[in-house]
T-cell receptor, first 117, second 113 residues
Framework: GAVVSQHPSRVICKSGTSVKIECRSLDFQATTMFWYRQFPKQSLMLMAT?????????EQGVEKDKFLINHASLTLSTLTVTSAHPEDSSFYIC?????????????FGQGTRLTVV | GESVGLHLPTLSVQEGDNSIINCAYS??????FIWYKQESGKGPQFIID?????DKRQGQRVTVLLNKTVKHLSLQIAATQPGDSAVYFC????????????FGAGTQVVVTP
């Protein structure tokens, strides 16, 4: 099946610094990727839709200047958490949709555990 | 699905019994529904999907039922095994927003020997 890889799987950063999370589709091309955030014991909440070659679309309440998304190629989207604070600590998960298999499910990465200290 | 807050319901099931997990969704325009399994510290894993023109679909040991009238989805797991212990989420989407999923609150399934 299709594979989506996230890197890193875990990261600890100091408050005020920025951290970048990568989401790669390994065996398919994706014009669209999605970023979710999940707090402990809660569901996944969609943060933004990442569009290759254009600006990301953010969900209501998500600060686009804080969560920078870049989708520069058909296999890579990055999420940068800028000026991270402890409340940004969460599990960040990406998913990707195969651009040639438009009516199949989106495939999820394994997630990135961000801890801001 | 409807994400209803901080509480994660728990379903305790004895090994070998059948499990039924329920989910409500709110968007009547949704036409594609998916069940995911999530183990601790991992991303969601696809289990089974169903489109809105169906009301039942079966996979290996799993069955999904869709009731569009009351916007309800259920997942049945036959002969539950210890490896089925995880959090289960339903998700829904609209065809014109393919891949953009609305997740339900989730249910923690605990399989006891």
């Amino acid at each position: 099946g299709a594979v989506v890889s996230q890197h890193p799987s875990r990261v600890i950063c100091k408050s005020g610094t920025s951290v970048k999370i990568e989401c790669r589709s390994l065996d398919f091309q994706a014009t669209t990727m999605f970023w979710y955030r999940q707090f402990p014991k809660q569901s996944l909440m969609l943060m933004a839709t990442s569009n290759e070659g254009s600006k990301a679309t953010y969900e209501q309440g998500v600060e686009k200047d804080k969560f920078l998304i870049n989708h520069a190629s058909l296999t890579l989207s990055t999420l940068t958490v800028t000026s991270a604070h402890p409340e940004d600590s969460s599990f960040y998960i990406c998913s990707a949709r195969d651009m040639y298999q438009m009516n199949t499910e989106a495939f999820f990465g394994q997630g990135t555990r961000l801890t801001v200290v | 699905g409807e994400s209803v807050g901080l509480h994660l319901p728990t379903l305790s099931v004895q090994e070998g019994d059948n499990s039924i997990i329920n989910c409500a969704y709110s968007n009547s325009a949704s036409d594609y529904f998916i069940w995911y399994k999530q183990e601790s510290g991992k991303g969601p894993q696809f289990i089974i999907d169903i489109r809105s023109n169906m009301d039942k679909r079966q996979g290996q040991r799993v069955t999904v039922l869709l009731n569009k009238t009351v916007k309800h989805l259920s997942l049945q797991i036959a002969a539950t095994q210890p490896g089925d212990s995880a959090v289960y989420f339903c998700a829904d989407q609209k065809t014109d927003s393919w891949g953009k999923l609305q997740f339900g609150a989730g249910t923690q399934v605990v399989v006891t020997p």
